[in-house]
């Protein structure tokens, strides 16, 4: 992992309340707040099902030269039809576009070393480039962090101590319980978007990770509050989506679709996914 450097005293920055019950953690393919969840993105003309679909396109493009066909096969032009010529979306796969593009990495032999570089230079660039497309196009991503309120967001992930915290929920909410024992009250991370390898420093220890997409939803979370966010219309992408496939896919948050990420009937639970208040 990284080395922290503190943040300068003068620099922007966003103070957060440390108590074991001001933190949301989330985790998994069915909370808005990770890339792993879908919802079509568009990015450079082009469409993918998920921010980490774009994600992970790119990471092998950087460290492997090429792009596996497993990968690309459902990306989408403007106008929704599959540039593989294919139609729908992706059959049922057995593996997610993280797990593919590690067996493409490794099939390359690029070392891990390498690959945890690239995660916090070009892979953050990618990282915050797949998640300021999402803020500004799903409306239920931008209501959900409105209703987080102030509360720390924190990736609650045990395999990811760079983008996550390194742990689960309960040793996040311990490591903040220790916080408040010792005396610490509040946490300071940078308010400068986007993070650069530089400023990547500066995010401090979440329990046992720096937590980077925690601290990058926070960033975002402010800018919308500022109403520094451009706002993007993608009814014209959801027609184009539901013409290519003759459904209504549930990934879909515009009206016509409802939120698009009912789950149970409760459209809070939907918004959160599997994020879980302290």
């Not at 620099?11 to 074991?20: E, K």
Request: aromatic share 8%.
């Amino acid at each position: 992992m990284f080395q922290f450097v503190p943040l300068p005293e003068d620099a922007p920055a966003i103070t957060l309340t440390i108590d074991p019950d001001n933190f949301i953690s989330f985790h998994g393919f069915s909370s808005v707040f990770t890339t792993q969840h879908t919802f079509p993105v568009l990015i450079d003309g082009r469409i993918y099902e998920s921010g980490d679909h774009y994600y992970q396109i790119q990471k092998v493009r950087d460290l492997c030269g090429t792009v596996s066909d497993k990968l690309t096969e459902t990306v989408r032009d403007e106008s929704g039809r599959r540039l593989d010529g294919k139609v729908g979306f992706s059959e049922q796969r057995n593996k997610s576009f993280s797990q593919i593009a590690k067996e493409v990495i490794r099939l390359n032999n690029v070392d891990k070393k390498k690959v945890d570089e690239w995660r916090y230079t070009k892979g953050l660039e990618a990282m915050q480039k797949a998640l300021i497309a999402k803020v500004s196009q799903s409306m239920v991503l931008r209501q959900a962090l409105a209703e987080s309120g102030k509360n720390i967001l924190v990736h609650a992930f045990p395999g990811d101590s760079i983008y996550g915290a390194g742990c689960k929920k309960a040793q996040v909410k311990k490591w903040c319980e220790s916080m408040k024992a010792n005396g610490a009250t509040t946490i300071r991370i940078p308010a400068k978007f986007p993070l650069t390898s530089e400023t990547v420093l500066n995010c401090p220890n979440f329990a046992q990770g720096r937590n980077v997409l925690g601290v990058i939803l926070m960033q975002l979370r402010e800018m919308l509050r500022e109403n520094n966010v451009p706002i993007v219309d993608l009814s014209s992408v959801f027609d184009a989506l539901r013409g290519s496939t003759a459904v209504c896919d549930a990934s879909m948050d515009d009206q016509d679709c409802g939120d698009g990420f009912a789950i149970g009937g409760g459209s809070i639970q939907a918004k959160i996914g599997g994020g879980t208040k302290a």
